[in-house]
C-alpha cells in the first residue's frame, strides 16, 4: 500500500504539477484585466476539467464515470474556499504579491487536494 502511494503521490505531483501551471498562466494572464478575486476564480474553474482527466487517467489509473466527473467539481468546491481564503489572507493580511499569492495557497492545500481527489477517483461507480 505504501508503495502505492508513494507511486500515486508522485504522478499526482507531476499531473497536477502541469495542471496547475495551466491554471496559473491563465491567472497571470487574466490579471491585468480583472481583481485577482476574480482572475482566480476563472482559472481555476477553467482548469477543473483537464485536472479531472490528469487525475483520472494518470494519476489514479482507473476509469472515469459521469458520476466522478460531475463530483469533481463539487469537491474541489472545498479545495477552492480553502485556496481562496489563503490568497486573500497572502495578498490583504500577509502583503504577499497576488502574482505570487496562488502559489502559497497550491503548497497548504495540496495535502487536501490529494486526500479528497484519491477518495473520489478511488470509489466505486
Not at 30 to 44: C, G, K, R
Not at 82 to 91: G, H, K, Q, R
Not at 114 to 123: D, Q, V, W
Request: aromatic share 16%; charged share 10%.
Amino acid at each position: 500500500m505504501r508503495r502505492i502511494l508513494a507511486g500515486q503521490g508522485v504522478r499526482f505531483l507531476i499531473g497536477g504539477g502541469a495542471n496547475t501551471l495551466l491554471s496559473y498562466a491563465l491567472y497571470w494572464m487574466l490579471l491585468p484585466w480583472m481583481p485577482y478575486a476574480w482572475a482566480y476564480t476563472v482559472s481555476y474553474a477553467l482548469t477543473i476539467l483537464s485536472g479531472f482527466a490528469i487525475n483520472t487517467w494518470f494519476v489514479f489509473r482507473t476509469s472515469w464515470s459521469w458520476v466522478k466527473l460531475v463530483a469533481f467539481p463539487l469537491i474541489h468546491v472545498v479545495n477552492y474556499l480553502a485556496s481562496l481564503s489563503i490568497v486573500w489572507v497572502a495578498v490583504e493580511i500577509l502583503n504577499v504579491p497576488k502574482t505570487i499569492a496562488p502559489v502559497v495557497a497550491t503548497l497548504i492545500v495540496l495535502p487536501l487536494n490529494f486526500a479528497l481527489t484519491r477518495k473520489l477517483i478511488h470509489r466505486p461507480d
